[in-house]
């Protein structure tokens, strides 16, 4: 009992201050109020002076060198001697946080440290008046103060373990006995025991006959003394009788407290009745710790499953983010805010894409400012309003001159489906492939078209031309053999050999006709592409108007033979030629490279002329379609060797810009020896 208790004793203060002044001044003023007053610098010489001389009341100084004054705060409070003993601790004047932190570190109060002496032992003097009434009550009932040590240590108890321990330790220290245990069994699943030796050691249940135990608790277990050492549950030979009290809540037996005493007159009324006590409050616990764990079991699982429904929601979002990225569509989504929320992959590539970090969050206008703001935001509006899907047909042209077409199709979405969109799906599919294959089927169609009309035309014509021409030779024949005599001969010779030179020259306008519908058949042999070329290129120089053209021809001396009609392949070449000399009327440089491409050979024709305009691009390759000046030019030549090439099996495309220039780009099948081939 702290002498403060005992009314035979001063009651004995520690002053606890690394500035002399203010300790001999403190330590002044309780020894004038009457106290036995003791003065320590240092924490160290503090604890070295309370191991020796046990005091009622510390006053330290909270602001002591190095945080000796928290270290030394948080260590009385755990030692067992100094655990109840008052702690008034002096912080800085104006530190209000430091005056908390006392508090919190145990003090009992915190006062400034420029507070006069007499209010430090006014408030001293409290304290203690409060212990002195605590230390009666307790005194006067010491089932109370046993219970009320063992209730403060089971409200922290949440964990079977600590449970026994605490339980198991405060009954040994509380009743004198030579051995006590203490065991709860949460479910089938969850027991803990715990069991204090003759040392007072703590251990686990190895002095303990858990199974006896178990069967004892199953029936409607009730306090029993035994005697009879073969029912006894902790394994020792020197005690004499023990005293088995259950836990139990709610009518059923949670576990049990028992306890061990060397003499019968030991175990009397009183302890069994404290006993009893205690194990009332273990129940107690015991039934708390199985609903803390199952909240912690259940909130475990919980989590778990939290967990695990968060990993599949993750893996669902990675996977659909994998679908969209892989589509071979171009793909975002903008929220009724023009907000972008999705910007797939593909909307990243190319030469027209952005990067999904530089348009994520951001208004769709401020991503996408190549397009007229007033006429995408009114495609938005349309969708958004009506939740019809919007299609239309996009062109754009890339840097190198090449057109793109575009599907653009503007989806909506609805989160709520009785509310209004609240998204829009943009997705955009590269259709360049698709129209220009719908062009060339259109001009192959239309070429066809007019080909069996040409054939057609020619068929009726080269009948009557053939009799007229027959006619004329027969006649001109008679004039020369004399039948005819006179003046009128002359005359009559004159007109039949015009007759006859104008219907052979419409005969070969006929042919020109066939050769435009490909009637005729053509002998396919192997050829030298480079051969076709330099003949080709010799007739083109001889042009007048080739004059102020400089011929650059590009031909490896290795490439392989093609298959074809060589005489179709030089009128290619030179219609090719003929419009490239028509671009550059001032002059310019006319380029002709031939190289393998794959298991293909390519023959491009450039010129740095005029150029053509993109709306002409598409157009170029249809019959009669020209824009050179009337009389100039029949529409035809691009036709017919589009004609050509596509009957040789190859192909003929075009990139123009204009002011810089056009290349035809002549595609061909080479031949290959079986020998060379991979």
């Known amino acids: 009992m702290p002498a403060a208790i005992n009314p035979e004793k001063n009651p004995s203060v520690l002053v606890v201050d690394d500035d002399p002044e203010s300790r001999e ?36 100084n909270f602001d002591l060198e190095n945080g000796g004054g928290v270290a030394l705060c948080k260590l009385l409070r755990t030692q067992p ?40 032992v006014s408030r001293a003097n409290a304290h203690l008046r ?20 063992l209730g403060r240590g089971l409200l922290k108890a949440l964990e079977p373990e600590q449970l026994v321990r605490r339980v198991a330790g405060a009954t040994y220290e509380g009743t004198g006995a030579a051995m006590c245990a203490a065991f709860v069994k949460l479910n089938d699943a969850r027991e803990a025991g715990c069991v204090f030796d003759r040392e007072g050691t703590a251990e686990d249940t190895l002095l303990l006959e858990v199974v006896r135990l178990r069967r004892w608790l199953e029936p409607s277990a009730v306090s029993s003394l035994l005697t009879d050492k073969s029912t006894f549950f902790i394994s020792d030979e020197k005690h004499e009788v023990e005293y088995a009290a259950p836990l139990k809540f709610g009518g059923r037996a949670k576990g049990a407290l028992i306890v061990a005493f060397d003499k019968r007159e030991d175990c009397d009324e009183t302890e069994r009745r404290l006993i009893d006590a205690a194990a009332q409050q273990a129940a107690l616990a015991a039934h708390i710790s199985t609903l803390y764990q199952s909240a912690r079991d259940a909130s475990t699982s919980l989590a778990a499953e939290v967990e695990r429904r968060t990993a599949e929601v993750e893996a669902q979002r990675r996977f659909i983010e994998a679908i969209i990225d892989s589509l071979p569509l171009s793909l975002y989504a903008i929220n009724r805010d023009y907000r972008v929320v999705a910007w797939n992959r593909n909307r990243e590539l190319g030469e027209l894409g952005i990067p999904r970090g530089s ?16 006429l995408l935001q009114s495609e938005f509006a349309r969708v958004f309003e009506t939740g019809q899907i919007e299609r239309l047909e996009h062109e754009t042209t890339t840097a190198t001159g090449e057109v793109k077409h575009w599907l653009i199709s503007k989806i909506p979405m609805w989160i709520d489906p009785n509310g209004p969109v609240s998204h829009v799906i943009t997705v955009g599919e590269d259709s360049t492939a698709r129209v220009e294959a719908n062009r060339a089927v259109a001009r192959a169609e239309k070429i066809a078209a007019i080909g069996r009309l040409a054939a057609g035309v020619v068929h009726e014509i080269n009948n009557p031309l053939a009799t007229i021409a027959a006619c004329a030779e027969a006649l001109e024949s008679r004039v020369n053999d004399g039948e005819f005599k006179g003046s009128a001969v002359d005359d009559l010779r004159e007109y039949l050999g015009l007759i006859r030179s104008e219907a052979f020259r419409c005969k070969t306008i ?23 070329i330099s003949s080709a290129i010799r007739l083109l120089a001889h042009q007048q108007r080739a004059n102020n053209i400089n011929f650059q021809i590009e031909t490896a001396s290795d490439l392989p033979l093609v298959s074809g009609d060589e005489g179709q392949l030089q009128q290619a070449i030179i219609a090719l030629g003929t419009n490239a000399i028509d671009a550059m009327p001032v002059g310019g440089q006319l380029r002709i490279v031939t190289r393998m491409n794959g298991d293909k050979l390519s023959v491009e ?41 596509t009957e040789h099996g190859g192909t003929l495309d075009v990139q123009s810009t204009v002011g810089v220039g056009t290349t035809f780009t002549i595609s061909l099948p080479a031949i290959i020896p079986d020998g060379e081939q991979d």
Request: aromatic content about 6%; hydrophobic content about 45%; proline content about 3%.
């Open 25 to 60: 001044r403190l330590r002044s003023a309780f020894a004038e109020a009457g106290y036995r007053s003791l003065s320590a610098d240092t924490s160290a010489s503090a604890l070295r002076m309370l191991r020796d001389d046990l005091c009622d009341l510390a006053v330290l």
């Open 81 to 120: 001697t100094t655990g109840k003993m008052p702690i008034i601790a002096l912080a800085a004047d104006d530190n209000e946080g430091q005056r908390i932190e006392a508090l919190a570190a145990g003090a009992d109060e915190s006062l400034s440290h420029a507070a006069p002496a007499a209010e430090v």
């Open 130 to 149: 409060a212990a002195q009434r605590e230390w009666a009550l307790i005194g006067s009932n010491r089932e109370l103060g046993f219970l009320a040590d």
């Open 359 to 374: 348009a994520l969050g951001r208004n769709i206008f401020s991503v996408l400012t190549r397009q007229r703001r007033d």
């Open 510 to 532: 006929t042919n020109g006709l066939l050769d435009f519908s490909r009637t005729r058949p053509a002998a396919h042999t192997p050829l030298s592409l480079g051969d076709i």
């Open 605 to 645: 024709v450039s010129d740095n002329g005029a150029g053509i305009p993109d709306e002409n691009v598409a157009k170029i390759f249809e019959p009669f379609f020209t824009t050179k000046e009337v009389g100039k030019g029949t529409g035809l030549g691009l036709a017919v060797c589009y004609g050509i090439l």
